[in-house]
């Protein structure tokens, strides 16, 4: 896909690392699939990816944690999200 940002580079699959914030708690995921222009560096994560990272941090911050990191844990493939 052409990056919609930079106009020039052409997304590949990687891997990128997203910090979320939310009050005074900071959750760090690492190893988080996502498409990553090689021109720009701009960062497209899917709607399923997306959907389970928002998943997985609330859950980490219903444990109670002020600062985390955690290596992200993909859905599996036809694995039905929970709704937040």
Same mark, same amino acid.
């Given at each position: @896909?052409? +990056?919609v940002? &930079?106009?020039?580079?052409y997304?590949?699959? /990687?891997?990128?690392t #997203?910090?979320? =914030?939310?009050n =005074?708690s #900071?959750?760090?995921?690492?190893? #988080?699939?996502a498409?990553? +222009?090689?021109? &720009? /560096?701009? #960062?497209? $994560?899917?709607?399923?990816i997306?959907?389970? $990272?928002?998943?997985?941090? =609330?859950?980490? $911050?219903?444990? /109670?944690?002020?600062?985390? @990191?955690?290596?992200?844990?993909?859905p599996k493939v036809?694995? =039905? @999200?929970? $709704?937040?």
């Amino acid at each position: @896909m052409k +990056c919609v940002i &930079c106009q020039h580079g052409y997304t590949e699959k /990687g891997f990128t690392t #997203v910090t979320l =914030e939310r009050n =005074e708690s #900071v959750l760090v995921f690492k190893q #988080v699939p996502a498409d990553i +222009c090689d021109n &720009c /560096g701009e #960062v497209y $994560l899917d709607s399923a990816i997306n959907q389970a $990272l928002l998943s997985q941090a =609330e859950n980490e $911050l219903q444990r /109670g944690v002020f600062l985390e @990191m955690v290596n992200f844990t993909a859905p599996k493939v036809g694995a =039905e @999200m929970p $709704l937040l």
